[in-house]
């Protein structure tokens, strides 16, 4: 009796300690066109995108940054130029992509088109070819091993994009 309630203790204490120092963010990374043409609206130059915190998935109050383009990037790989934007979520165990807005898109294909890349402590998005030119919202979680309370602020992270461009 006394090493199942040991055992049942113990299972609560690691739970609870878990649970307070894993955290989840979310960020929609919105990539709007000029003039763009067609379904995926694509235009002759890159669309400039704009990344949006937000604390849950459920979230409505979403906190775009001030910069437009801020902390997006070109870079060419492979004689290919890719668009780089840092998605704000500084020493992140993981990253996920979890939708493309709109979800039907003939320009952006995940691990071809576009895909999550870590460098250091910083996790982009790079997108090319068509996609780099077409209109699209990406929706992103972020998991952190830590407390919400050791994240950095709003106001921190936007001077990162400052910075960055």
């Known amino acids: 009796?006394?090493?199942?309630?040991?055992?049942l203790f113990s299972v609560c204490f690691i739970s609870v300690a878990v649970a307070e120092s894993v955290h989840w963010?979310?960020?929609?990374?919105?990539?709007?066109t000029k003039e763009g043409k067609g379904n995926d609206k694509i235009s002759e130059k890159p669309a400039e995108c704009n990344i949006a915190l937000r604390e849950t998935e459920k979230d409505s109050n979403m906190r775009p940054s001030p910069s437009v383009n801020g902390g997006c990037f070109d870079e060419v790989v492979n004689g290919t130029t890719r668009t780089y934007c840092d998605l704000l979520c500084p020493k992140a165990d993981t990253v996920y992509l979890i939708k493309r807005t709109p979800q039907v898109h003939r320009s952006c294909f995940v691990f071809f088109t576009h895909r999550l890349e870590r460098r250091g402590d910083d996790w982009f998005l790079w997108r090319d070819k068509n996609c780099r030119l077409s209109e699209i919202t990406f929706t992103i979680r972020c998991e952190f091993m830590f407390p919400r309370a050791e994240f950095p602020n709003d106001k921190e992270l936007f001077h990162r994009l400052a910075k960055r461009t």
């Open 1 to 7: 009796m006394n090493k199942t309630i040991c055992l």
């Open 25 to 32: 963010q979310w960020r929609d990374l919105v990539c709007k």
